[in-house]
C-alpha cells in the first residue's frame, strides 16, 4: 500500500520544501514541474525518478490518485528536472509492476518495503 495522505500532506507542507533543492541534482530524484488542472498553477513536486530503457520511470510513492499524477495524465506529460537537466516528458503511462523492473536493483526492496508497485513511465521528447 502507498504512503498516506496523512503523510503525503506532511511532505508537501515540510520534507518537500526542504527536499527539492536537492532533488533537481541527487541520483534517484527529480522535480515534475506540472499544471494544475483547474488552477492553471504551476507546481513543483520532488519525486523518485528513474532513467530505464530510453523513458523516465517515477515511482508512485503515494498512489496513481496523487494530484500531481492527475495533473500531468491531464496535460500528457510534463517536465522533469532531474541532475541538473531539464527534460521535456510526454506519452505518460501507469504501469503496475510487482517486479518493480522499471527501477534499479537496489531500489527494489525500499519499494516493496513500502508497497509501491506503481509507476508513471514517460518518454523523453
Same mark, same amino acid.
Given at each position: ?15 518537500? *520544501? ?45 498512489? *496513481? ?28 503511462e501507469i504501469v503496475h ?29
Open positions: 500500500m502507498p504512503l498516506s495522505r496523512r503523510v503525503a500532506r506532511f511532505n508537501e507542507r515540510v520534507t518537500n *520544501r526542504l527536499t527539492r533543492p536537492l532533488a533537481l541534482h541527487a541520483p534517484g530524484f527529480g522535480v515534475v514541474v506540472h499544471t494544475g488542472r483547474t488552477s492553471g498553477r504551476v507546481y513543483r513536486t520532488p519525486v523518485n525518478v528513474f532513467a530505464h530503457d530510453g523513458r523516465f520511470a517515477v515511482a508512485l510513492t503515494y498512489g *496513481r490518485q496523487a494530484e500531481w499524477v492527475k495533473n500531468v495524465l491531464a496535460a500528457r506529460g510534463c517536465e522533469l528536472v532531474t541532475r541538473g537537466r531539464r527534460h521535456h516528458l510526454t506519452d505518460p509492476d510487482d517486479g518493480r523492473a522499471e527501477v534499479p536493483v537496489f531500489v527494489r526492496p525500499i519499494l516493496r518495503l513500502i508497497g509501491v508497485a506503481d509507476f508513471l513511465l514517460l518518454r523523453d521528447s
